[in-house]
């Protein structure tokens, strides 16, 4: 599976839109990207995946160049509750595991 | 809707006891997964049922570590004669393995601390 890379931290005030970034650049064809957080003592909680279109969910954006080497997941109005490690997953649709690297730690600024 | 309920949340134990966890995964869904994340650490796949089929055990660290899914549903890890590095929450997984795309959604873990 495809290596990804993520900034460490970020901060977005309360209320502002949340864009983090994620960058994939030996994505291959058949590789989707997937988008976890995990806020502290819970386990992963799935967010959004795509291929290569746009998607859109109740929870969040994702937004997938056209060459697909990079990806940004956009929460629209974040809020406190929204501050959580984010993990941004490139994995073949013939696999089985998640490989989770350490992502970005969101932290929501009141 | 139910998600994926592990249990117990917590378990003490005592170097060298036998520990089993539990998992009972989103219904209807054929694949399951184990993973276990230390403090502070990424997670750590240890073993994926698919169905019928024989699991990946891959990533099981030791001959200490075994799992079981029994009817297809709900799966047991054993861990035998524990030792403190074993101390780490464990997560388990399931997906619609139907649809290869499908994302797995996890449980809260169980978190193992072994004195």
């Known amino acids: 599976d495809a290596k990804t890379t993520q900034p460490t931290s970020m901060d977005c005030a309360e209320g502002r839109a949340a864009n983090l970034p994620c960058n994939h650049s030996?994505?291959?064809?058949?590789?989707?990207v997937y988008w976890y957080r995990q806020i502290h003592s819970q386990g992963p909680q799935y967010i959004i995946h795509?291929?290569?279109n746009n998607e859109t969910n109740e929870m969040a954006s994702l937004i997938i160049t056209e060459d697909r080497k990079s990806s940004t997941l956009i929460l629209p109005h974040a809020t406190l509750r929204d501050t959580a490690v984010y993990y941004c997953i490139v994995r073949a649709n013939t696999g089985n595991q998640f490989y989770f690297g350490t992502g970005t730690s969101l932290t929501v600024i009141p | 809707g139910a998600g994926v309920s592990q249990s117990p949340s917590n378990k003490v134990t005592e170097k060298g006891k036998d520990v089993e966890l539990r998992c009972d995964p989103i219904s209807g869904h054929t694949a399951l997964y184990w993973y276990r994340q230390s403090l502070g650490q990424g997670l750590e796949f240890l073993i994926y049922?698919?169905?019928?089929?024989?699991?990946?055990k891959s990533g099981l660290p030791s001959d200490r570590f075994s799992a079981e899914r029994t009817g297809g549903s709900v799966s047991t890890l054993t861990i035998q004669r524990t030792q403190q590095e074993d101390s780490a929450v464990y997560l388990c997984?399931?997906?619609?393995?139907?649809?290869?795309?499908?994302?797995?959604?996890f449980g809260d873990g169980t978190r193992l601390s072994i004195l």
């Open positions: 030996t994505i291959s064809g058949n590789e989707y």
């Open positions: 997984a399931s997906s619609n393995r139907t649809y290869s795309n499908q994302p797995q959604h």
């Open positions: 049922f698919q169905g019928n089929s024989a699991p990946d």
């Open positions: 795509g291929l290569k």
